[in-house]
């Protein structure tokens, strides 16, 4: 079936420090997978960060990015240096024009250290 | 202002009893989804609507029946509950199945 696996967490790093959340996904009924990466911060609910919808492209907000990838199924959000405010749990999704669904991973937990 | 209402923020109730979540959009999306996160678990989809229509159903119980009284409305009717459905449920919405927007959810609690 349709799964998205990231990063287990939660995941600490320092300020300043550079972040890599994993995910690899498997779409065996889409036929054109759209990618995408939610968060939510503490006390907010959970919005898009960014979204890439064409094989081979990348997808950037706020300073984090992530390219999707589909020889190696996959679609890590990185970025180069995190502030505190970027502390909040981070969603790895799946979906298509005629999914009618948006499959999401698990979630990861991500603290910023001052 | 939310655009996104879903009501009631916290609900308790007892094994065996009937529920309602509440949930409408202001966005003016023609797609509405039902998901439940539980506690330690991943954002389980459960159904999504087009148009009033059913388009998708991963829910294997039928005691959880979605209701769609008008567009920018999808309900979430839950019967005979049981602890296990103890969960916080959140409602989306979207345009053509782009870009979900969530609500806040609702945290239902099963005694």
């Known amino acids: 079936g349709d799964s998205v696996t990231q990063t287990e967490g939660p995941v600490t790093v320092s300020e300043s420090e550079s972040l890599i959340i994993n995910c690899t996904y498997s779409?065996?009924?889409?036929?054109?997978?759209?990618l995408f990466w939610y968060v939510r911060y503490p006390g907010e609910g959970l919005q898009l960060l960014l979204k890439?919808?064409?094989?081979?492209q990348k997808g950037s907000s706020r300073g984090f990015e992530a390219t999707y990838n589909k020889e190696t199924t996959s679609f890590h959000l990185q970025k180069a240096s995190v502030q505190e405010s970027d502390s909040a749990v981070y969603y790895c999704a799946l979906g298509g024009p005629n999914a009618y669904k948006v499959i999401f991973g698990k979630g990861t937990h991500l603290h910023v250290l001052p | 202002d939310p655009k996104i209402i879903q009501k009631p923020k916290y609900l308790v109730a007892v094994t065996g009893s009937e529920k309602i979540l509440i949930c409408e959009q202001y966005l003016g999306h023609n797609a509405m989804y039902w998901y439940r996160q539980s506690a330690k678990k991943p954002l389980e989809f459960m159904f999504s609507y087009s148009y009033q229509k059913l388009m998708d159903n991963q829910t294997a119980s039928s005691r959880f029946q979605p209701q769609s009284s008008k567009k920018n409305h999808l309900d979430l009717q839950i019967t005979a509950l049981k602890p296990d459905d103890s969960a916080t449920y959140f409602c989306a919405s979207s345009q053509e199945f782009e870009r979900l927007f969530f609500g806040h959810g609702t945290k239902l609690s099963v005694l």
């Open positions: 890439v919808i064409t094989a081979g």
């Open positions: 779409a065996t009924s889409i036929a054109y997978p759209n």
